[in-house]
Nanobody
Framework: VQLVESGGGLVQPGGSLRLSCAAS????????MKWYRQAPGKQRELVATITSRGNTIYADSVKGRFTISRDNAKNTVYLQMNSLKPEDTAVYSCNAAITYYATSRLQTEDFWGQGTLVTVSS
């Protein structure tokens, strides 16, 4: 099982980006999916969470600007980021609790993507 992110890049303040994170492998079910970010010299921050039923939670710093969503048919989670600010600059990583087919049984583990850099600058 692996998570692969895409969609990062350089954007001007006030602009938008959409991050994607696709899970692949012998997946039985994907439970909670999350987006984290880590800015240079700062601790990792939980940005947004979405449950398997679509319930969402956001960090105060991104409420009203970011939207997390998922496409269960594609095993993909998205992060739509609008009204971006320089302080949103960070490496964004997805995380998912995935139940997968291990040898002769099902197993649940946390998986992480490789991270994608978002830079907000003029």
């Amino acid at each position: 099982v692996q998570l692969v992110e895409s969609g990062g890049g350089l954007v001007q303040p006030g602009g938008s980006l959409r991050l994607s994170c696709a899970a692949s492998g012998s997946i039985f079910a994907i439970n909670v999916m999350k987006w984290y970010r880590q800015a240079p010299g700062k601790q990792r921050e939980l940005v947004a969470t979405i449950t398997s039923r679509g319930n969402t939670i956001y960090a105060d710093s991104v409420k009203g600007r970011f939207t997390i969503s998922r496409d269960n048919a594609k095993n993909t989670v998205y992060l739509q980021m609008n009204s971006l600010k320089p302080e949103d600059t960070a490496v964004y990583s997805c995380n998912a609790a995935i139940t997968y087919y291990a040898t002769s049984r099902l197993q649940t583990e946390d998986f992480w993507g490789q991270g994608t850099l978002v830079t907000v600058s003029s």
